[in-house]
């Protein structure tokens, strides 16, 4: 029987984030799919700033830029935001297609040591006291293999949440949505986002160089997961919507989805864990899923890291789902409302024109654009300063190796303890092996968060390996810290 510390269902892109920061931390992953080998689809179609911040955090966002394509705006059921003024440097959408994502992150896990074994389906598990055995299915049989964690990042119909006896309630779709991937004759002059017809809406986007996807979407028409959607199909409800197919011919792909929203009650059950959408489902609305994904991944992956190595308590990977769990909960509620938001009629027609006339307040256009980026997320601290619990700014620093920012010091993915202003460092001897000292200047005195505003750059923060602020202190002590440190980090050595 082989054995490894961690077993991942899904090498899609929340199945190999999870991988990349996991080995990154040095922990073994096995890393199954039930796939023979990568498809190349792409139902996701874009990333959002919270992401692209997380993946610059750990040196992976340099490649991945180049190949996708700004947009200087997002939406809310169409109607759309502006993210420009927003404090980040990725104020803006990248149009980038999944299996770009999935590319560039299989190369960067591979080269880590975590490839992919594809046709291996997780058919099975026991978990006892110390670890999991899981049951793997392929082409030569099945075979077992003993990890301390299993994760499921296989998607909707996850095996491993099924397995678990995870109830995944919530409510049925209502809506079609088709995707087509192709070339255009004649394209429109610029993208478009939900432009609605009488019965439904359809948007077109270019992603790469002569290549467009264009959507589709039906409300009161459901079509079965399984059932076929031909291209000929796609482009007479294209028509019918659009009153043209701008030329559309040589599809790469064509497929169907729906709205239907559910989320697992539970995202652990002892060694056994869920993210993406094994944990959670929902329309693509304001392109979100993906980016939550990716996301639990990082949430996930160094907790079980610190968790493995011994440094924290079992009672930290109890904080994932009570962090992770109400975000894709928020997620679920909003894609709800947009979907109604879309739909065709006078009801909604007047609705959306009071929506439009209140996102042009810049309050509330700020209010879901941090939301939809999800900028604005504030996980639950003992800590009282207007930082804890919020994602650190990118400031720019001066320290005495040169000029960096505050990202770039995550790219080790261990908590960091930044000290500012020429302050001292606090004395946290027994935890010097586990998180990395950095003292710094910023090279501005203020810092802006997300729908709070400008506040006095602190002088000291403990950041969480995911970017996550722990800690923090105008006048650094370590009232507070120790307990932060103990809580995060793990009990002193």
């Known amino acids: 029987m082989d054995t490894t510390d961690v077993v991942i269902a899904g090498a899609g892109p929340t199945g190999l984030m999870l991988a990349y920061e996991l080995r990154l931390a040095g922990v073994e992953v096995a890393l199954l799919d039930g796939l023979p080998a990568r498809t190349g689809e792409s139902r996701a179609g874009g990333i959002h700033a919270r992401t692209m911040e997380i993946l610059d955090q750990r040196g992976l966002l340099d ?71 899981v049951e793997v299915g392929g082409p030569e049989g099945s075979r077992r293999i003993r990890a301390a964690y299993l994760v499921g990042c296989d998607g909707g119909r996850s095996t491993v949440r099924k397995l678990a006896g995870i109830d995944f309630a919530g409510t049925d779709a209502t809506v079609t949505g088709m995707i087509a991937d192709v070339e255009l004759a004649d394209p429109p002059a610029q993208p478009f986002f939900g432009q609605r017809g009488d019965a439904g809406d359809f ?49 790469r792909w064509v497929t169907h989805y729906g709205d239907a929203a559910r989320q697992a009650d539970r995202y652990r059950v002892g060694r056994v864990f869920l993210a993406g959408d094994a944990a959670h489902i929902h329309y693509p609305a304001g392109g979100q899923g993906q980016n939550l994904g990716v996301q639990d991944a990082v949430n996930l992956g160094w907790k079980l890291a610190a968790t493995l190595r011994g440094n924290a308590s079992d009672e930290l990977l109890d904080t994932y789902e009570t962090e992770r769990h109400p975000i894709a909960a928020r997620v ?55 930082l804890a619990g919020r994602r650190v700014p990118d400031a720019d620093l001066t320290t005495e190796g040169g000029d960096t920012r505050v990202h770039a010091l995550l790219r080790s993915g261990r908590p960091v303890l930044l000290v500012l202003g020429g302050n001292d460092v606090p004395a946290i001897p027994q935890w010097h092996d586990r998180v990395e000292i950095v003292t710094a200047e910023s090279r501005t005195d203020r810092w802006t968060i997300p729908g709070v505003g400008d506040i006095p750059c602190p002088g000291a923060a403990l950041l969480r390996p995911d970017g996550y602020v722990a800690w923090a202190a105008d006048d650094p002590t370590t009232a507070g810290l120790v307990e932060a440190l103990t809580t995060w980090v793990g009990a002193p050595a």
């Open 332 to 386: 679920l509620h909003n894609t709800r409302a947009q979907t109604a938001l879309s739909r065709s009629g006078p009801h909604t027609d007047a609705l959306r024109d009071i929506m439009s006339d209140l996102i042009d307040i810049d309050q509330v256009r700020q209010r879901l654009g941090l939301m939809i980026t999800a900028l604005d997320i504030r996980y639950d601290t003992k800590a009282d300063h207007p």
């Open 203 to 251: 948007s077109a986007v270019q992603f790469e160089p002569g290549w467009y996807r264009l959507v589709v979407q039906r409300h009161d028409r459901v079509l079965e997961r399984g059932a076929e959607l031909t291209f000929e199909d796609f482009r007479d409800n294209f028509i019918e919507l659009a009153g043209t197919d701008f030329g559309m011919h040589s599809p």
């Open 63 to 133: 490649d991945l830029l180049p190949q996708g394509r700004p947009i200087q705006a997002g939406h809310f059921g169409g109607l759309p935001l502006d993210f420009s003024d927003f404090n980040t440097r990725y104020p803006y959408t990248l149009a980038v297609l999944q299996s770009v994502i999935e590319r560039e992150l299989d190369r960067r896990a591979t080269e880590l040591g975590a490839s992919v074994q594809w046709g291996s389906p997780v058919t099975g598990f026991r978990q006892d006291a110390t670890g999991v055995e």
